[in-house]
T-cell receptor, first 114, second 114 residues
């Protein structure tokens, strides 16, 4: 079985500051990991994903995440926050076997202060 | 433009009434999914389908039903047995339902109980 914990339901940073959104997972098999972003009253859009290969994954809009197996983590970072980054961010895990069934974390709402 | 459409954007349900949410995709994807989103709980999988005429229960299927008669359509019925239906409902699709794939989301339907 898989589960995801996102530390911090709300994160607030200043424009230009580092963004760090935390995600820890639990999985009985090697996981595939995803970060999705949701703007108000919209569907979700993929930011980045880790399946195999390089553990540092780069995504859209300047975001990146590093898969750390020893820490069971997949934290999302961006060096310099922009006002347009304000949204809700979801970490998700999928087992590497069988049909894809994404298990989502509870989400982190990111606020950017001018 | 290829994508996923959901209708209606808002839906009101009376006590004891069944309502159906529409989901259509023109991405030629085999796999389709329905999620329920509640504040602070992330997304939870209701049903998924990897191929026409076949679908599987997700984590919270009770009180819901689906059909998959056409590749491009995956309607969700919220039955009167679902006692707490107020939520934001998201439909998604992916090419084959494999664990590494990106899921593409529709804009969602917000269901409210009168």
């Amino acid at each position: 079985a898989q589960s995801v914990t996102q530390l911090g339901s709300h994160v607030s940073v200043s424009e230009g500051a580092l963004v760090l959104l935390r995600c820890n997972y639990s999985s009985s098999v090697p996981p595939y990991l995803f970060w999705y972003v949701q703007y108000p009253n919209q569907g979700l859009q993929l930011l980045l994903k880790y399946t195999t290969g390089a553990t540092l994954v780069k995504g859209i809009n300047g975001f990146e995440a590093e898969f750390k197996k020893s820490e069971t983590s997949f934290h999302l970072t961006k060096p310099s926050a922009h006002m347009s980054d304000a949204a809700e961010y979801f970490c998700a895990v999928s087992a590497s076997q069988g049909a894809q069934k994404l298990v989502f974390g509870q989400g982190t709402r990111l606020t950017i202060n001018p | 433009d290829g994508g996923i459409t959901q209708s209606p954007k808002y839906l009101f349900r009376k006590e004891g009434q069944n309502v159906t949410l529409s989901c259509e995709q023109n991405l030629n994807h085999d796999a389709m999914y329905w999620y329920r989103q509640d504040p602070g709980q992330g997304l939870r999988l209701i049903y998924y389908s990897q191929i026409v005429n076949d679908f599987q229960k997700g984590d919270i299927a009770e009180g819901y039903s689906v059909s998959r008669e056409k590749k491009e359509s995956f309607p969700l019925t919220v039955t009167s047995a679902q006692k707490n239906p107020t939520a934001f409902y998201l439909c998604a699709s992916s090419p084959d339902g494999q664990p590494t794939e990106t899921q593409y989301f529709g804009p969602g339907t917000r269901l409210l109980v009168l």
